[in-house]
């Protein structure tokens, strides 16, 4: 049997770079020579490998991972004696997210992490703590150190004292908050304060990302600058003193719990994000008022909530990035297109009553450089084809619900189908092979995507 060509070693990790990590262990698993052009630390950079029960691991598999030089590891089930096992074998890691489910901890758990001296990211995922998540050692330990820090779905028992110690971390530059109920009661939702909320903006000088969540709905609306702090060095004037933020988003919260000008005082976002729960009737859409003060936003993300016609005249004509998880029919787009002449990245979803969107979206939006499409309750149809019009797009991806797939699979079919294949093979004909046609969902980013934001089955 031939080995594989003589080429440079960098050159084949440069071709390595674009296969998935499912293909990455698939050719690692052909020779030894391919096995070690595999492993190369520039190939797994961003990698975050998934590990429990640590017990199982050979020290094979903790000298691949200290070859590749990995940094980051999301855990589950990880017991307190375990903790040396991580300590011992990946003793440089970077992040460490939680992710397990419905476990109960106390706080003496966490300080382990004060063992690993270039610890930067932290997550925390679906439990529930006892004690306070972030001891006072612990905090001293991280107070310049954490940067990115991510709460989602955690049960503590005192929400104000967790803010609090968050409000010590000087450094943190991202900051994921999703809220729970507190303690072992009903899934009562008290906000944090107002107060408490303001200082720890104040003091959270260099936060660029907030993504701030609620599960349920409190009994009253927030105060009007409640994501506005005063600057304390000019008190009695309306100046706003907390970070720059560049990114913001609000997870689960209902139209009625901000106010219309909420977002005033952050004319610096760049990003913006709304993920709506639900929706009462009657209620007027605040998204409108949000977005005015908003002329430098490039990128926006509306999930659920009203429909497009009741904000679409007031998106900033900043905007190059856009993401639309609502119903959308052909009145909509040619209503939102003058409003985003230079849009890029287009992501959306298209039902039956969509009408035949990708034969318009070359008309609407001839700028665009990647587009992404939902299709719910259909396939693709022959108006795909209408696609390769958009001289600057590079890559477009096609993804159905889950019953399209399954269906296909028990049929003998693997998504996509014959017919869907079929056409994005003519595609790609008919754009000289310009555009890169993905069908399969991204791989979860476990350190930034909670189970809120996740879109994936």
């Known amino acids: 049997m031939e ?23 698939t050719v690692r698993s052909c020779c030894r020579h391919l096995k070690k052009l595999i492993d190369h630390p520039s190939l797994w950079k961003d990698y975050t490998v998934v590990m429990s029960e640590l017990r199982r691991y050979t020290y094979g598999f903790w000298h691949t991972l200290n070859y590749r030089k990995l940094t980051r590891v999301a855990v589950r089930h990880l017991r307190r004696k375990e903790w040396r096992r991580l300590v011992k074998f990946l003793p440089s890691l970077t992040a460490i997210v939680f992710v397990d489910g419905g476990r109960q901890y106390k706080e003496k758990y966490m300080d382990n992490l004060a063992r690993f001296p270039n610890l930067r990211d932290l997550g925390v995922r679906n439990a529930t703590w006892d004690e306070a998540l972030l001891g006072r050692c612990l905090t001293e330990h991280l107070q310049e150190r954490l940067t990115h820090l991510s709460v989602c779905n955690v049960r503590l028992p005192n929400t104000v004292e967790f803010i609090k110690t968050v409000s010590q971390l000087v450094n943190l530059r991202f900051l994921l908050f999703h809220q729970q109920s507190e ?54 004037v309306s100046s706003y003193g907390g970070p720059a933020l560049t990114s913001l988003e609000l997870v689960d919260y209902p139209e009625t719990i901000l106010p219309e000008n909420a977002l005033k005082s952050l004319t610096s976002l760049r990003s913006l994000a709304v993920r709506y729960r639900y929706i009462r009737e009657g209620i007027e859409c605040r998204l409108r008022s949000w977005l005015t003060p908003l002329r430098q936003l490039e990128s926006l993300t509306i999930v659920g909530g009203n429909s497009l016609a009741t904000y679409t005249t007031t998106i900033p004509p900043s905007v190059t990035r856009l993401t639309l998880r609502v119903a959308i029919t052909l009145k909509d787009m040619d209503s939102i297109a003058p409003k985003v002449p230079g849009l890029e990245h287009l992501d959306i979803e298209q039902n039956r009553s ?28 022959k108006d795909l084809l209408s696609l390769h019009k958009l001289r600057h797009l590079v890559q477009l991806e096609l993804l159905v619900e889950r019953s399209f797939i399954l269906r296909d699979y028990l049929n003998g079919h693997p998504w996509p189908s014959p017919c869907v294949q079929e056409l994005i093979n003519e595609l790609r004909e008919l754009s000289e092979n310009r555009i890169t046609v993905i069908t399969t969902m991204r791989q979860r980013n476990l350190l930034r995507e909670c189970d809120c934001l996740w879109e994936g089955d």
């Open 183 to 236: 303690g072992y009661g009903l899934d009562t939702v008290r906000p944090v304060p107002r107060n408490d909320f303001h200082i720890m903006l104040l003091k959270l000088k260099k936060l660029n990302h907030l993504s701030w969540g609620m599960k349920g709905e409190p009994p009253e609306p927030l105060p009007d600058d409640y994501l506005s702090p005063p600057d304390p060095d000019h008190p009695g």
């Open 3 to 25: 080995g594989p060509p003589q080429l440079p070693p960098e050159l084949w990790v440069y071709v390595f770079s674009y296969l998935s990590t499912e293909e990455k262990h």
């Open 354 to 381: 969509s009408g035949s969107l990708c034969r318009r979206i070359p008309m609407l939006f001839p700028h665009l450089k990647t587009l992404r499409i939902r299709f719910f309750r259909r396939e693709p149809e």
